[in-house]
C-alpha cells in the first residue's frame, strides 16, 4: 500500500481512539506488521494509542512504518511492561506467524483482552476463533474487519472479553488473572501455564502405566517419595522415621551414591520400601543426548541390581525435568515415569518451619504423590509432621506408587 493510499485512510478515519492497541511481537516479517499498523490507522485513527512489545522496537523498519502511517502515540515497551499495561488495551494484535503460543498472549487472554492474531499455531484452539479471539491469514482487510467489528459493537468486545478470560482461566486456572502480580511473578505464572497446557495435553495421549503425576485411586491412599538418596547420614534418619509409623515409601535413588552406599540400599529394601531409579548422576536430562540418558537409567539399574534388592522400573527424571528425553529415554528402557503432585521444596529448607508452613497451606487428597528428599536436616525435623499430614485423620494410608498405581 502506498502513502497515499494511507494519507487518504486516514482521512478515513472515522473513530476516536478508545483505549490502546497492542502490538506482540517480534514482528520480522514487516509486511504483517504494516498490514495490521494500516487496519489500526484505518480504524482508529492516526491518535490511536499504540503499544508495541516484544522486540519490534529494535528494528528501525517498524519506526519507519510507523511514522510513515502518522501514528503520534507509540510506545514501545518491554514484555514485563507490556503484561502490567495489558488492562488497557482494547485490543491485541498478533501480526506476524509464531512459531508457538506467546506468553503475552496468554495473559491478554487472561485479562480480557480480545486477540486477533495472523498464523499462530494453535492459536484457534486456545482462543476459539469468534469466541475470544480472530485468527487471521494478515492482510490490512482482515485485520480491519475485526478491529471495526470489535470497535463498533461494544457488546460483541465485551462478550469477546469475557470469553477470552474463561478460556484462560479454564486452561491455566485462577492463578493466570494475574492483575495484580508483580512482574516476575507474572512470568512464572504464564510459564506455569504452559508447562501445565503440555502436561495435560501429554497426559491425555499417554497411557497412565507409562507416566503419572498422581494416580486416580479409589482407595484413600497417599504416596511419599524420597528423591537423591541414599544419603549416608540422612537416609537412615528417614528409615527410623518411616518404621516409627510403619509406613512404606518409594526411594527414587542415584546410582552414583547407590555404589558409594550400598549397605543403605540394603536397609531400604530390607524395611520394605520401594526402590525405583533417579538416574545415575543426575544430570538435567534436557542437557544431554537421548543415548546418555538411557545410559543414565541403565547404570542406575545396574549399580541398584547388583547390590541385589528388589528393582522397580520406575524413573523419575533428576529436576522434574519434563521433555521428550525425561521421557523417551525410560519408555525405551522400559521403565515408567512416576513425577509428583506435591513438592514440599524440603530440599531448599534452612528449617522445618519452612517445610511445615508450606504443608499447612497444601490440601492432601487421595491419590497425591509426595516429592520428599530428606537429604538435610530440616527436612528430617519436618518428616514426621509430613508423614503426620499425609496419613490425615487415621483413616488414610501411605504407600509405595506401586501400589498407589495398582489400587
Ligand atoms: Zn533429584
Redo the contacts with the bound molecule.
Keep these: 500500500m502506498s502513502l497515499e493510499t494511507f494519507k487518504s485512510l486516514e482521512t478515513d478515519a472515522r473513530r476516536p481512539t478508545q483505549g490502546s492497541v497492542g502490538i506482540l511481537g517480534p514482528v520480522r516479517d514487516q509486511k504483517c506488521l504494516h498490514s495490521a499498523l494500516a487496519a489500526v490507522a484505518h480504524v482508529f485513527g492516526p491518535q490511536a494509542n499504540l503499544i508495541i512489545s516484544g522486540g519490534c522496537d529494535s528494528s528501525p523498519a517498524t519506526s519507519q512504518i510507523v511514522s510513515q502511517l502518522g501514528f503520534v502515540n507509540v510506545n514501545f515497551l518491554t514484555p514485563a511492561e507490556m503484561w502490567l499495561a495489558l488492562s488497557e488495551l482494547e485490543v491485541l494484535l498478533v501480526p506476524a506467524p509464531e512459531r508457538s503460543i506467546p506468553a503475552t498472549l496468554l495473559e491478554a487472554m487472561g485479562a480480557g483482552v480480545p486477540i486477533i492474531a495472523a498464523g499462530v499455531p494453535h492459536f484457534s484452539e486456545f482462543a476459539e476463533h469468534g469466541k475470544s479471539g480472530f485468527l487471521v491469514r494478515g492482510s490490512t482487510q482482515e485485520f480491519q474487519r475485526w478491529l471495526e467489528k470489535l470497535s463498533e459493537n461494544r457488546e460483541l468486545r465485551d462478550r469477546v472479553s469475557r470469553q477470552a478470560r474463561k478460556n484462560a482461566i479454564a486452561r491455566f486456572g485462577q492463578s493466570l488473572s494475574t492483575t495484580c502480580m508483580s512482574s516476575e511473578d507474572r512470568s512464572a505464572t504464564a510459564s506455569r501455564g504452559f508447562r501445565k497446557c503440555i502436561k495435560d495435553a501429554v497426559d491425555t495421549i499417554v497411557p497412565s502405566a507409562m507416566l503419572r503425576w498422581r494416580s486416580k485411586t479409589r482407595r484413600n491412599e497417599i504416596a511419599v517419595t524420597f528423591?537423591?538418596g541414599p544419603h549416608p547420614q540422612y537416609t537412615p534418619e528417614v528409615l527410623r522415621i518411616l518404621s516409627s509409623y510403619r509406613i512404606r515409601a518409594t526411594f527414587f535413588l542415584l546410582g552414583n551414591r547407590a555404589e558409594e552406599s550400598p549397605e543403605i540400599v540394603t536397609r531400604i529394601a530390607d524395611a520394605g520400601h520401594e526402590i525405583a531409579n533417579?538416574s545415575y548422576s543426575?544430570p538435567y536430562f534436557s542437557k544431554v543426548t537421548l543415548e546418555r540418558a538411557k545410559w543414565e537409567i541403565r547404570e542406575a539399574e545396574r549399580c541398584v541390581s547388583g547390590i541385589g534388592v528388589p528393582y522397580h522400573r520406575i524413573f523419575r527424571p533428576?529436576?522434574g525435568n519434563f521433555g521428550h528425553r525425561s521421557l523417551l529415554s525410560p519408555w525405551l528402557c522400559s521403565h515408567s515415569v512416576v513425577y509428583w503432585n506435591v513438592d514440599l521444596k524440603d530440599y531448599r529448607a534452612n528449617h522445618k518451619s519452612e517445610i511445615e508452613a508450606l504443608l499447612a497451606k497444601t490440601v492432601l487428597c487421595a491419590g497425591d504423590v509426595i516429592l520428599y528428599h530428606g537429604v538435610n536436616s530440616a527436612s528430617i525435623a519436618a518428616l514426621p509432621s509430613v508423614i503426620e499430614a499425609a496419613l490425615g485423620a487415621g483413616d488414610r494410608k501411605c504407600v509405595t506408587v506401586s501400589q498407589l498405581a495398582a489400587s
Design positions: 528423591d537423591d533417579h543426575h533428576p529436576f
